[in-house]
């Protein structure tokens, strides 16, 4: 069984390919968390992975609450890895996962990461469209490469090198900013996509516009994926593109 969660899709297309060449059930994190659902139970699957982005440098928060939350069943010593899609570096997310598995009584075979193109777009901005092309056309050879070690079920191992941080708990990193410098412009039509997607269930609409309240985790879905460009963080994202990987097949895959 696969787990995924992604805000814009650079997880969800890895874990939709590896799902498919493993032969194994592909979960949403971001639905089961919005459903509630929590039970699940992989007998029948000879892998157990986690498919997930990196945020700080560690597992992104409704990741860690999805799985303190998971009640698995038929965890036997199958295949158990953790695959990061990342912008530059996981650091320390391979030791955070381990330590929330172990948790479940989950042993681990290790991580492998995968550098996409990176949509943490508050410092920085998105690359030209053709090095947009080589970052995805690299990371699918990428996905390849891991898809071949764990068909012969080898340990992962991490490539990217980036400087390690002091060990975080996820909820330590995911809050920092709050939701309160997530806002929209006049061009929200108030069409509701924002809401649907938020994996935290922190934005409602009120009015005819979202507003955002509690735990936001900072994915960054409703800014990404807002049809009309609407949703901005404070002054940090105005005139700056915006980025879904086109890779992802659709969501009709999430169900469980
Ligand atoms: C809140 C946040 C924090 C991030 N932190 C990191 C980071 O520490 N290191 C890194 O390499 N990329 C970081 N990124 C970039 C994402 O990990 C990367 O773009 C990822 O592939 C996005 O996956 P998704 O499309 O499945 O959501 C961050 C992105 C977000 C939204």
Redesign the pocket.
């Known amino acids: 069984m696969i787990f995924y969660f992604?805000?814009?899709?650079?997880?969800?297309s890895a874990a939709e390919q590896i799902a498919s060449a493993l032969d194994s059930k592909l979960i949403s994190i971001g639905l089961a968390l919005r459903d509630g659902h929590f039970d699940f139970d992989i007998s029948g699957d000879e892998y157990l992975g986690f498919v997930v982005?990196?945020?700080?440098?560690t597992l992104p928060a409704p990741v860690a609450m999805f799985i303190e939350k998971l009640n698995l069943t038929g965890w036997a010593g199958q295949h158990t890895f953790g695959v990061f899609?990342?912008?530059?570096?996981?650091?320390d997310e391979d030791a955070a996962l381990t330590v929330a598995l172990k948790n479940k009584g989950i042993g681990y075979n290790g991580s492998f990461d995968v550098v996409?193109?990176?949509?943490?777009i508050l410092w920085s901005n998105l690359p030209s469209e053709a090095a947009l092309n080589r970052r995805l056309s690299a990371a699918r050879n990428t996905v390849d490469t891991i898809i071949a070690k764990l068909k012969n079920k080898e340990n992962g191992r991490l490539t990217t090198k980036?400087p390690r941080m002091p060990f975080m708990p996820a909820e330590a990193v995911s809050t920092a900013a709050g939701t309160s410098k997530m806002r929209v412009t006049d061009k929200c039509v108030g069409c509701g996509t924002c809401a649907k997607l938020c994996p935290m269930g922190c934005i409602s609409i009120k009015d005819g516009a979202p507003v955002w309240e509690g735990s936001c985790s900072?994915?960054?879905a409703c800014l990404h994926h807002c049809p009309a460009g609407a949703v901005e963080y404070e002054n940090q994202t105005a005139g700056k593109k915006r980025y879904v990987?086109p890779d992802c097949k659709v969501q009709e895959t999430n169900k469980y």
């Open positions: 992604s805000a814009t899709g650079n997880s969800q982005p990196t945020f700080a440098y899609t990342c912008g530059e570096g996981s650091g996409m193109p990176d949509n943490f980036t900072m994915c960054l990987n």
